[in-house]
């Protein structure tokens, strides 16, 4: 069955970097485009990014534009986020997933941008 | 960008009681890409319908979807306790990115 496990989260100061890594199993990874999701404290569901199934288009919320970078590598079944200059605004659990056949998301991981 | 558009945005009802939930959405969800959520508190959300009308695998049958278009529901026909929670739609239709609706709170009346 599909399986997307997230990782990277933390508390990080605001300003600095972080990655999370998603691993992915059950399905052929290759295959599909792949999206993080977010969801702040007490909020709703927000959509972040999208990677095409072969990492030749990726698209972005406005939100995070020019500091967050979305890759993957199909070679190892796994979907990054990079983080930057983070912000106290993008504290929140971030989800990865995708619409393989249906949607399939992971647990999430909680990111902290706090002083 | 589709914009959906959850109502009402809480829902108090006791168990037994029939939950009615709607999505609207401002132009029309391509091919039905339509799906609901549940989230508890501390948890992810749970995938209970896709393609508008279809069940995720495992969830019960008083779970149903329907519409198309632009207006869509979720129909809970009998709640059990289990089922108080928070339910949101989302369009996944319209590339590149997804949009989510604002949520439906479903509380113990």
């Known amino acids: 069955q599909v399986q997307l496990v997230e990782s990277g989260g933390g508390v990080v100061q605001p300003g600095r970097s972080l990655r999370l890594s998603c691993a992915a199993s059950g399905f052929t990874f290759s295959s599909y485009g792949m999206h993080w999701v977010r969801q702040a404290p007490g909020k709703g569901l927000e959509w972040v990014a999208v990677i095409w199934y072969d990492g030749s288009n990726k698209y972005y919320a406005d939100s995070v534009k020019g500091r967050f970078t979305i890759s993957r590598d199909n070679s190892k079944n796994t979907l990054y986020l990079q983080m930057n200059s983070l912000r106290a605004e993008d504290t929140a659990v971030y989800y990865c997933?995708?619409?393989?056949?249906?949607?399939?998301w992971g647990q999430g991981t909680l990111v902290t941008v706090s002083s | 960008e589709i914009v959906l558009t959850q109502s009402p945005g809480t829902l108090s009802l006791s168990p037994g009681e029939r939950a009615t939930l709607s999505c609207r959405a401002s132009?029309?969800?391509?091919?039905?890409?339509l799906a609901w959520y549940q989230q508890k508190p501390g948890q992810a959300p749970r995938l209970l319908i896709y393609?508008?009308?279809s069940r995720a695998t495992g969830i019960p049958d008083r779970f149903s979807g329907s519409g198309s278009g632009t207006d869509f529901t979720l129909t809970i026909s009998r709640l059990e306790p289990e089922d108080f929670a928070v339910y949101y739609c989302?369009?996944?239709?319209?590339?590149?990115?997804?949009?989510f609706g604002g949520g439906t709170k479903v509380e113990i009346k």
């Open positions: 989302q369009q996944y239709g319209s590339s590149p990115g997804l949009t």
């Open positions: 132009q029309s969800v391509s091919s039905s890409y």
């Open positions: 997933g995708g619409i393989v056949v249906v949607p399939a």
């Open positions: 393609g508008a009308s």
